[in-house]
């Protein structure tokens, strides 16, 4: 019985703060069909009619991330008034990003559509929600569409594979994946970097991955439970735009994406200019990670910056 009892507050103190986040997200999806079912609400999921909910869900969301990680948003000013694609690094835990549209609906009322894994939308109990909150699967065609009507849109393109396999050293998983630079050249927008520092801190995953990492690789479905939940301080930073240049040539997005990197000054000039797109959003992530963030990350340091007023 002593063994048992170890056993389970062990799990408990590993996996309460993740188990109460999916607890509040099935309970926000709940509060949603209660609103839509008393206001006999039909109208599109997107439309204004749905603001006064989301106000009430960015409301909680935003008061849980200051309580628990005295979260701040800093850089809104980067943001364009009109579309743009916004791509981010992807924690353990993506609560982050949660705590940011929450609060930029808050501050400029303003709603990011989010581009999510397809094993997401087997999720039981979550439609209603997803489709409030603007989530989608991403396919070219809708991140083109969504991008017509004004939004702003929000990817990952490390996605599961680099909040699975990611650790405290931040490195950014994104494979071959350059499809979000080609929609930000196809829709003439701007790519706008996010990162949020300690994410790894206040999240993470078991070390031992190889197995996992074949099971991830053979199902594309994230089995390795994530832990921890530490009140460790959390800064979203959203740095300078990446500008569509219709009069840029290849040749020139070379030079400027390669400008602080000489190793790739031999980039020919007939490499794609998604390729270069991409390459560039990449460096601006790694910028970013490597002005706010230190490395590797530590939970301590983390932890003391919740009183550290002048550590920004």
Same mark, same amino acid.
């Given at each position: *019985?002593?063994?048992?009892?170890?056993?389970?507050?062990a799990?408990l103190?590993?996996?309460i703060?993740?188990?109460?986040?999916l607890?509040?997200?099935?309970?926000?999806?709940?509060?949603?069909?209660?609103?839509?079912?008393?206001?006999?609400?039909k109208?599109d999921?997107?439309?204004? &009619?749905?603001?006064?909910?989301?106000?009430?869900?960015?409301?909680?969301?935003?008061?849980?991330?200051r309580i628990? +990680?005295?979260?701040?948003?800093h850089? &809104?000013?980067? !943001?364009p008034?009109?579309?743009?694609?916004?791509?981010?690094? +992807?924690g353990?835990?993506?609560?982050?990003?949660l705590y940011? $549209?929450?609060r #930029?609906? #808050?501050?400029?009322?303003?709603?990011?559509?989010?581009?999510?894994?397809?094993f997401v939308?087997?999720?039981?109990?979550?439609?209603?929600?997803?489709?409030?909150?603007?989530? *989608?699967?991403?396919?070219?065609e809708?991140?083109?569409?969504?991008?017509?009507?004004? +939004?702003?849109?929000? %990817?990952?393109?490390?996605?599961?594979?680099?909040?699975?396999?990611?650790?405290?050293?931040?490195? !950014?998983?994104?494979?071959n994946?350059?499809?979000?630079?080609?929609?930000?050249?196809?829709?003439?927008?701007?790519?706008?970097? *996010?990162?949020?520092?300690?994410?790894r801190?206040?999240?993470? *995953?078991?070390?031992e991955r190889?197995?996992f990492?074949?099971?991830?690789?053979?199902?594309? #479905?994230?089995f390795?439970p994530?832990?921890?939940?530490?009140?460790?301080k959390?800064?979203?930073?959203?740095?300078?735009?990446?500008?569509?240049d219709?009069?840029?040539?290849?040749?020139? $997005?070379?030079?400027k994406?390669?400008?602080?990197?000489?190793?790739?000054?031999c980039?020919?000039?007939?490499?794609?200019?998604?390729?270069?797109?991409?390459?560039?959003?990449?460096?601006? &992530?790694?910028? #970013?990670i490597?002005k +706010?963030?230190?490395?590797?990350?530590s %939970?301590?340091?983390?932890?003391?910056?919740r009183?550290?007023?002048h550590?920004?």
């Amino acid at each position: *019985m002593a063994i048992i009892s170890v056993t389970i507050s062990a799990i408990l103190v590993f996996f309460i703060v993740p188990l109460t986040i999916l607890f509040f997200i099935y309970l926000t999806n709940v509060l949603l069909l209660i609103y839509q079912r008393n206001g006999e609400v039909k109208a599109d999921p997107l439309s204004d &009619v749905w603001d006064n909910a989301r106000k009430t869900v960015a409301s909680f969301w935003d008061i849980y991330a200051r309580i628990w +990680h005295g979260y701040e948003l800093h850089g &809104v000013e980067n !943001l364009p008034e009109g579309p743009g694609i916004l791509v981010y690094y +992807h924690g353990a835990i993506p609560v982050d990003y949660l705590y940011f $549209l929450s609060r #930029l609906f #808050l501050w400029k009322k303003r709603l990011c559509l989010s581009v999510a894994d397809h094993f997401v939308f087997r999720l039981p109990g979550l439609k209603l929600l997803l489709e409030v909150t603007g989530v *989608m699967p991403g396919t070219r065609e809708e991140c083109l569409t969504a991008l017509k009507n004004g +939004h702003l849109v929000s %990817i990952s393109p490390g996605g599961v594979r680099e909040a699975l396999f990611s650790d405290e050293s931040y490195q !950014l998983m994104w494979g071959n994946r350059k499809g979000f630079a080609q929609v930000a050249l196809d829709a003439k927008v701007p790519i706008i970097p *996010m990162y949020t520092q300690n994410v790894r801190e206040g999240y993470r *995953m078991f070390k031992e991955r190889r197995f996992f990492r074949r099971l991830y690789e053979s199902t594309r #479905l994230p089995f390795t439970p994530p832990y921890g939940g530490l009140p460790v301080k959390f800064r979203t930073y959203i740095g300078e735009p990446i500008p569509y240049d219709p009069n840029i040539t290849t040749d020139e $997005l070379a030079e400027k994406v390669t400008s602080d990197c000489a190793v790739l000054y031999c980039v020919s000039r007939y490499v794609k200019a998604n390729f270069l797109l991409s390459f560039q959003t990449k460096t601006a &992530v790694q910028a #970013l990670i490597k002005k +706010h963030q230190t490395i590797p990350g530590s %939970i301590w340091k983390a932890l003391l910056e919740r009183f550290d007023k002048h550590c920004k």
